[in-house]
T-cell receptor, first 111, second 114 residues
Framework: DQQVKQNSPSLSVQEGRISILNCDYT??????FLWYKKYPAEGPTFLISISSIKDKNEDGRFTVFLNKSAKHLSLHIVPSQPGDSAVYFC??????????FGKGTRLHILP | EAQVTQNPRYLITVTGKKLTVTCSQNMNHEYMSWYRQDPGLGLRQIYYSMNVEVTDKGDVPEGYKVSRKEKRNFPLILESPSPNQTSLYFCASSLWAGANYGYTFGSGTRLTVV
């Protein structure tokens, strides 16, 4: 059973516009959520995170929103830049030893 | 530079020939983990280690072994590799277990078993 779901395998966005990447989770025990970014031939790198006690966390162009009642979080990138083209993984943790990753969404920023 | 180093980056091997993928971190992290990435399946955890001599199974441990004899190293061992272990492997480390500390990932090892 997939506990962290990224239902869009890919997304294309015009440069300068907003990119919105979505993530749903099923485990109500998750209390910490993260987004990782991955370029080809590199390992994933941490991007931004949010605790379940918050509903928004912002870091420069990146904002993560958490809707606990809907078990949904989203990553907003504004404005989108060519360097944002990558695979984005949503991840969640319930305070145990594990971080559960989604399958990833490939973001293409179009010129 | 703080980093997680995996070797080799690329490996082609034959079925049944034992191999080891090394992982080393220089950040004095307690927690280390191995993941595999497959198309359409994302990142799945193979094994993890909370500390020296403490290891535990992740979600897909079959066919793999690990050891943690010293804090900095966490090798992944395939005793008898099979073609279904062809994948992209990532080692990761964190100060402590749990998401709050984030993971630092290595650059990956692309393994092909023929």
């Amino acid at each position: 059973d997939q506990q962290v779901k990224q239902n869009s395998p890919s997304l294309s966005v015009q440069e300068g516009r907003i990119s919105i990447l979505n993530c749903d989770y099923t485990n109500s025990m998750f209390d910490y959520f993260l987004w990782y970014k991955k370029y080809p031939a590199e390992g994933p790198t941490f991007l931004i995170s949010i605790s379940s006690i918050k509903d928004k966390n912002e870091d420069g162009r990146f904002t993560v929103f958490l809707n606990k009642s809907a078990k949904h979080l989203s990553l907003h990138i504004v404005p989108s830049q060519p360097g944002d083209s990558a695979v984005y993984f949503c991840a969640a943790s319930g305070g145990d030893d594990k971080i559960i990753f989604g399958k990833g969404t490939r973001l293409h920023i179009l010129p | 530079e703080a980093q997680v180093t995996q070797n080799p980056r690329y490996l082609i091997t034959v079925t049944g020939k034992k191999l080891t993928v090394t992982c080393s971190q220089n950040m004095n992290h307690e927690y280390m983990s191995w993941y595999r990435q497959d198309p359409g399946l994302g990142l799945r955890q193979i094994y993890y280690s909370m500390n020296v001599e403490v290891t535990d199974k992740g979600d897909v441990p079959e066919g793999y072994k690990v050891s943690r004899k010293e804090k900095r190293n966490f090798p992944l061992i395939l005793e008898s590799p099979s073609p279904n272990q062809t994948s992209l492997y990532f080692c990761a480390s964190s100060l402590w277990a749990g998401a709050n500390y984030g993971y630092t990932f290595g650059s990956g090892t692309r393994l092909t078993v023929v």
